[in-house]
């Protein structure tokens, strides 16, 4: 059975909750706790129960946005067979990235606008969790080229920039109601795996 979340931690993502949407609309410098109470409806004293600091906040902001993406991703890689192709592995991970951070779209958004506003040494802590998530893609790329899906010269590094690049802007543009997380991530998956597969000669080719 899944545990019910405890009071305390209803309540914390509760302010979480309040603090992703605060920082998106106002960045950095022009949030406060008291802002952030009054979205969340709490006392100012609740949310300094939880969270000493801006600075605490803004930090379990960003770390709950990677961790939310990377967890996701993992989790759905995880469940997939030892024989899943690396076109397969791809567009599992693509679809859940994609629906990660349109569930936590308001942590996605806060981030992509706060990133460069915030002290070095928060920026520095939450850069830590970003590459371990690029490395996770590194090796799915990789593991895809060594096996011989990939084209011997296509550049795995770029490729991977490139793909969760695209993939994080999504939050910008998509709307419920248009194409679906499915669609997209298909289409997605299509565009980036085709441009890097390794293309057999055809008769016309010979």
Same mark, same amino acid.
């Given at each position: ?40 409806? !709490? ?5 300094? @129960?939880? @969270? ?42 693509? @679809? ?36 371990? @998530? ?32 695209? !993939? ?39």
């Amino acid at each position: 059975m899944t545990r019910k979340p405890t009071k305390s931690e209803v309540s914390q993502k509760r302010v979480l909750d309040a603090a992703a949407k605060i920082f998106r609309d106002n960045g950095y410098a022009g949030t406060t706790m008291r802002a952030i109470a009054d979205e969340a409806d !709490l006392k100012a004293g609740s949310i300094y @129960y939880h @969270y000493k600091s801006k600075d605490e906040l803004i930090s379990a902001v960003l770390d709950l946005g990677i961790h939310a993406v990377s967890d996701s991703v993992k989790s759905a890689l995880d469940a997939l067979p030892d024989t899943a192709t690396g076109r397969e592995r791809i567009e599992t991970a693509v @679809y859940a990235h994609l629906s990660a951070i349109i569930e936590y779209g308001d942590y996605t958004l806060a981030t992509r606008r706060v990133f460069g506003q915030v002290p070095e040494s928060i920026r520095l802590k939450n850069m830590r969790l970003r590459d371990l @998530y690029g490395t996770m893609w590194q090796e799915i790329l990789m593991n895809a080229k060594e096996r011989g899906e990939f084209r011997p010269n296509a550049n795995i590094t770029l490729a991977r920039l490139f793909i969760l690049g695209a !993939l994080n802007w999504t939050v910008e543009w998509f709307k419920p109601g248009g194409r679906t997380i499915d669609e997209v991530a298909r289409e997605f998956s299509s565009v980036v795996v085709d441009g890097l597969m390794r293309h057999e000669p055809s008769m016309t080719d010979a």
